[in-house]
């Protein structure tokens, strides 16, 4: 099956598009990538999101707004890979949509709200559109985050040691495969949400972040700051956990500024990556992980990939490209990982990683030009993802 991936994450920079040939044959899941693209919203939809997203007070209207103008630009980046990654013939899309809010009390997950109207995508493609795809593990009382836990697993499965996989996004997530042991996987807390937003703050919106992180290299590490930032409760909350922008946001970076005033962007800004790595680190720590499988926006910060080898000494780190899967595009794959299971009738989500009731069948389908058609639901789950090929360069 050819299935098209669609993923923009918390930092909201672009959408991610990436496809693959799927197939299961008993246990055994191959993926084999097609390729990737990044296309980048529209200024007014990105600037929309912005004047949108938590703790901003907003209304219907804009939230009908965003509904239509990201599903828009998420049908413009689906229907740019049917053809300049697929040659016009996929079978699938999975589109996670953008989250707007992510609904956590007390480390409850009582709701999580992604935007993006799949019908646009299954208009401008033809295809049917696998959405939605986080509801269905919060319902089952699960955390609907990190669901990438699914797809790390499966890749993460057969390595030695304690094998672990980090994505740096907005928010870091990190997935544990210890032996003998069902898989972990949650949120450790900010990876450049914090960052973006200081960024955004000290130049004005000029810069929407701090490019190879070069303002953080000529910083230097605030440590009163440091601790504050640290003595979030969210840190020492046991997995399964969940965060987003809801919670970091520049108005909490602000008020941990008051506690610990720091005249120098830069020094904020090098503080925010120790940040980072130091609670990746403890998270680390604390499963005993021995290897480290990298993806995300951060890895082109190589002042936090510095950070995190000096917080992790004798952990390996490795880009996930080293394992077959393009560290820009892992997220968009793994939607597509999720989608696939979900027409095949399989759970998406690990109860282990997102502390839910039972494993669920995840998302909702909306169908294309064609009458649906689902394939015949699987015999069994699969245990261990096999990448076959090699992808094409990034458009």
Known sequence: MRVIGLMSGTSYDAIEAAAAELALDGDILSLRPLGHLSVRYPDEVRDLI????????????????????????FATAAERALH???????????????????????????????????????????????????????????QGAPLVGMTDALLLRGLPGVPAALNLGGIANVTVLAPGAEPLAFDTGPANALMDAAVRHFTDGAAAYDKDGRRAAAGWI??????????????????????????????????????????????VLATLARLTAVTVADACRAHAVTALVVSGGGVRNPV??????????????????????????????AFAVLGFLSVHGLPGALPSATGARRATVLGSITPGRSPLRLPEPAVRAPRLLRITGADRPAA
């Open 304 to 333: 936090l990939m510095r950070m995190l080898a000096e917080e992790l000494p004798g952990v390996e780190l490795r880009s996930s490209d080293d394992l077959g899967l393009p560290s820009d595009a892992k997220e968009a794959l």
């Open 50 to 73: 912005a004047a949108t997203l938590p703790p901003t007070a907003t209304t219907t209207q804009a939230v009908c707004a965003l509904d239509t103008g990201i599903g828009r630009a």
């Open 84 to 142: 300049e990654l697929c040659e016009g013939a996929a079978d699938l899309v999975v589109s996670h949509g953008q989250t707007m809010h992510h609904w956590v009390e007390d480390g409850v997950v009582r709701g999580t709200l992604q935007l993006g109207q799949p019908a646009w995508i299954a208009e401008a493609t033809g295809l049917p559109v696998v959405s939605d795809l986080r509801s269905r593990d919060v319902a089952a009382g699960g």
């Open 222 to 267: 605030e440590g009163r700051l440091l601790d504050v930032l640290l003595d979030d409760p969210y840190y020492r909350r046991p997995p399964p956990k969940s965060t987003g922008k809801e919670h970091f946001h520049l108005p909490y970076l602000r008020r941990a500024l008051d506690a610990a005033p720091t005249a120098e962007p830069d020094d």
